[in-house]
């Protein structure tokens, strides 16, 4: 089955403290995102990869990183998470970027920091 | 920079009524135009977009969505709902090489 899957579904942790929000695809998709969905705000891109080793800052990349060394992983690391990280993540992926060809979602990433 | 708005931040509705979610885009240029649909606990899944050619457009679930240029508007219409439809909604529109999505409308409906 076609899919993008992110990993955990729920995280709780503590102001600084280095987390990693995994992001797999299994559609050899060249292109994928990360987007933080807020109330009132909608989805706000975070980063993208055009392919391997290719990333690029989106809206809001304050606080976070990516890496893109297979093509089928994208992980999200937030290196000391702060509480207005605090939101529900998704990961996308497409054959185009999304304009012509559909992104792809996973279900969510929850990331609370307290 | 494209924006999008959608006026209406919830929407709610009894089943078999009709429902229009509402869609405005910032920019007269050629754009895509898109509905995604997320129903609860899940991702963002493509409902239907606008490309080129007729400028209605519709989805496999009897959804429709009409291109007007003139008003920069790309309203999602559905003429009889089902429980099944309560789902958050987002408009997005294309700029260069993304989209830009707007901030959803939750539609709510009631047995």
């Known amino acids: 089955e076609a899919q993008v899957t992110q990993n955990p579904r729920y995280l709780i942790t503590v102001t600084g403290k280095k987390l990693t929000v995994t992001c797999s695809q299994n559609m050899n998709h060249e292109y994928m995102s990360w987007y933080r969905q807020d109330p009132g705000l909608g989805l706000r891109q975070i980063y993208y990869?055009?392919?391997?080793?290719?990333?690029d800052k989106g809206d809001v990349p304050e606080g976070y990183k990516v890496s893109r060394k297979e093509k089928r992983n994208f992980p999200l690391i937030l290196e000391s998470p702060s509480p207005n990280q605090t939101s529900l993540y998704f990961c996308?992926?497409?054959?185009?970027?999304?304009?012509?060809?559909?992104?792809?979602f996973g279900n969510g990433t929850r990331l609370t920091v307290t | 920079a494209q924006s999008v708005t959608q006026l209406d931040s919830q929407v709610p509705v009894f089943e078999e009524a009709p429902v229009e979610l509402r869609c405005n885009y910032s920019s007269s240029v050629s754009v895509y135009l898109f509905w995604y649909v997320q129903y609860p606990n899940q991702g963002l899944q493509l409902l239907l977009k606008y490309l080129s050619g007729s400028t209605l457009v519709e989805s496999i679930n009897g959804f429709e969505a009409e291109f007007n240029k003139s008003q920069t508007s790309f309203h999602l219409r559905k003429p009889s709902v089902h429980i099944s439809d309560t789902a958050e909604y987002f408009c997005?529109?294309?700029?260069?090489?993304?989209?830009?999505f707007g901030t959803g409308t939750r539609l709510q409906v009631f047995p």
């Open positions: 997005a529109v294309s700029e260069t090489d993304k989209l830009i």
């Open positions: 990869s055009m392919n391997v080793e290719v990333t």
């Open positions: 996308a992926s497409s054959s185009g970027t999304g304009v012509v060809a559909p992104l792809h």
